[in-house]
């Protein structure tokens, strides 16, 4: 003898097709992301009544009715008893009665969206059976190509819109179909495949919405990554951001209170996976609630304008969150609070695997003293030529040229050259003297570019602090070698021999090296002639320069120096052997000679030997030990040198 469904029976067959028996039951709401929002039970539009579509629980603000499953909504939306209720939604939705050898608990088949969509799949109709044809599309896909659904925006005659999910499902019994639903958590970012054509260091702009995304890739042009979530503010803290990691991100809200406050959010969640910067796009005061980059195109927005707008209004989310609290009162916070912190923090593999990778070789940017992605500094004592070495260095990775001699760019790279101290006048006149030294010329003036104190309205960025590293990060994007001359006044942090006061630019350093770029810095040295301030410096750095000055140097010799690598990870031997170097200028023309330090050692010794001082005066004066200086005059004296 068969009996009637049982209460769960009745209520998993309702949870399987929740969605689609809601917009029947209740059809003037909508779904926004669990929850089904409508104004009552007669589903009039609104937002008091509200739906779990995974639990099931509902809530009928308004009136305080609620239950637990949809036996119970559908109870109260037809005003039946809840068996009835039960025995007329069993009928309807076809569920099998038990017999008497007791119930038992159907579980819960859902539908799961399949992706990437399988080339099997049927084309989908994009009608919505309530809403009618959508009037745009747009499809989400993965890094390499493959798609894997859609959103599609639906027009009220009231001007409203809903953007809903329809993803290719697998249900019960393994049937397969195009359903109204959403991806599965953590959702795709809409643009991965866009994303996947630029290098890691190219800057990703993140708006509200797939036509806003769409509008911006329009007005900043070929190869500017725009991207956004599905879901829209409410759904920040669904969506995988790891493929922003080691990237620098900035956002553009909507020009609203929920725009505001999820950018906020966005940044706290991208700093926890590893954006190598994070900066929010401060919206025109002046524009209308909900504006966006779609109405900026509509308005007539330029790309040039849209590029000075990036450029003139990126802020802090610090900074940003305090103008939030101006327009908006929001109290949207940075950090964990700000939204369910992202489970794609650590990438973590096995012994096998790493040995497995395909991983690049790492090139040159300057052979053989600066790799790519490589961390670097060069340092000597004061009015030593530390700057004019840093902009002959800089000047031939810009132009794939040598400087000193031996060391060589193999190519053209983009430069940016942090000046922290020089006036303007005296970097324009260095730069003129060095570059007329060359025969060959960067690609274009942008391979190298300079920010100096007496050119900016304020004071300079302070790499130290995240404001600072968020003003540079937007002229970061292109760049292969950032050069900062010099830690002393670029990254003031007031304790200059703590290793804490350190971290910030360490941490910043190691963010511009995942993000593929190098870093030169510029430092002094202290009294005791090595690297002012913490040794810590030095521990991811994976070259170390030291400038010192020869025995012999006189004042009015200028620039003139010996280079000794005192960190050379990755090169040994004749290439990591000191050399001495002194800056000619000739008509305003400069250029480099050098000579290896056993050259100028043998020429000072035969020098002073021929004065007639003893081996004991010899290396008193030269500063090389007694047995050193026997061994060349011994090698003088069997005309072997």
């Known amino acids: 003898m068969n009996a009637t469904p049982s209460f769960a029976d009745a209520n998993a067959a309702a949870l399987a097709q929740y969605p689609h028996l809601l917009e029947s039951w209740l059809p003037g709401g909508r779904l926004e992301g669990r929850e089904y929002v409508c104004g009552d039970l007669t589903g009039a539009p609104g937002e008091s009544c509200k739906v779990n579509v995974e639990t099931g629980l509902w809530s009928d603000f308004a009136t305080g009715d609620s239950g637990n499953d949809p036996v ?162 409410k759904a920040v803290g669904k969506v995988d951001l790891s493929p922003l990691a080691g990237r620098p991100v900035s956002i553009w809200p909507d020009a609203d209170k929920p725009g505001f ?32 980059l779609a109405d900026a ?106 400087v000193f001699g031996s060391w060589k760019a193999p190519v053209p790279r983009r430069v940016l050259y942090l000046d922290g101290e020089m006036p303007a006048s005296t970097m324009k006149e260095r730069l003129a003297s060095i570059i007329a030294g060359y025969d060959g010329e960067p690609p274009d003036a942008d391979y190298l570019r300079i920010l100096t104190p007496d050119l900016q309205p304020d004071f300079m960025p302070n790499i130290a602090t995240q404001e600072g590293q968020a003003d540079l990060a937007p002229f970061l994007e292109d760049v292969d070698l950032v050069v900062v001359d010099n830690i002393a006044t670029l990254g003031r942090n007031g304790r200059e021999n703590e290793t804490e006061g350190w971290l910030p630019v360490q941490e910043w350093a190691l963010r511009l090296r995942r993000a593929g770029k190098s870093v030169l810095f510029i430092h002094h040295a202290g009294k005791g002639g090595n690297q002012r301030g913490t040794s810590a410096r030095e521990d991811i750095l994976d070259t170390v320069i030291a400038m010192r000055r020869p025995g012999d140097y006189r004042a009015e010799e200028g620039a003139r120096f010996e280079v000794h690598l005192e960190k050379s ?25 050098t000579r290896q330090i056993e050259d100028v050692e043998l020429d000072r010794v035969k020098a002073l030997k021929a004065e007639g001082l003893t081996v004991r005066d010899i290396a008193e004066e030269t500063g090389l030990s007694r047995s050193k200086v026997g061994r060349i005059i011994k090698g003088l004296e069997r005309g072997q040198q």
């Open 72 to 233: 119970s909504l559908y109870a109260a939306i037809h005003g039946m008893k809840p068996g009835e209720a039960r025995r007329e939604l069993a009928e309807a939705l076809k569920v099998p009665g038990k017999g008497n050898s007791g119930t038992s608990k159907t579980k819960r088949q859902e539908w799961a969206a399949i992706l990437p969509i399988p080339a099997d799949a049927s084309t989908p109709s994009f009608e919505h059976y309530r809403h009618g044809k959508p009037s745009a599309t747009w499809e989400y896909r993965d890094h390499d190509g493959n798609a894997l659904g859609h959103a599609c925006r639906f027009d009220s005659p009231d001007g409203g819109k809903d953007v809903l999910p329809l993803t290719y499902c697998r249900g019960p019994e393994g049937r397969k179909e195009w359903r109204w639903q959403g991806f599965p958590e953590p959702r795709p970012l809409y643009g991965l495949d866009a994303l996947a054509q630029v290098k890691a260091d190219a800057g990703t702009l993140l708006v509200e919405g797939e036509k806003t995304a769409d509008a911006a890739t329009r007005l900043r042009g070929p190869g500017k990554v725009c991207m956004t979530w599905p879901g829209g503010c």
């Open 261 to 292: 406050d999820a950018a906020l959010a966005l940044a706290g969640l991208l700093k926890s996976v590893g954006a190598s910067s994070v900066a929010i796009i401060v919206p025109p005061a002046e524009a209308a609630q909900g504006w966006d």
């Open 297 to 402: 195109e509509a308005e007539g927005w330029t790309a040039d304008k849209v590029t000075a707008w990036l450029r003139d209004n990126s802020t802090t989310p610090e900074r940003f969150q305090e103008i939030a609290q101006e327009r908006f009162s929001t109290e949207t916070m940075l950090g964990p609070e700000a939204a369910p912190t992202s489970k794609h923090t650590l990438h973590i593999v096995n012994v096998a695997d790493l040995l497995t990778m395909e991983l690049p070789e790492r090139g040159y940017v300057l052979y053989p003293v600066i790799k790519e992605q490589g961390t670097a500094m060069l340092y000597a004592p004061r009015g030593l030529g530390k700057t004019w070495a840093a902009l002959s260095v800089a000047y031939a990775v810009a132009s794939g040229q040598s």
């Open 569 to 593: 990870r990755g090169f040994c031997g004749p290439e990591a052997k000191p050399f001495e170097a002194a800056l000619r200028l000739d008509n305003d023309v400069a250029g480099w000679t």
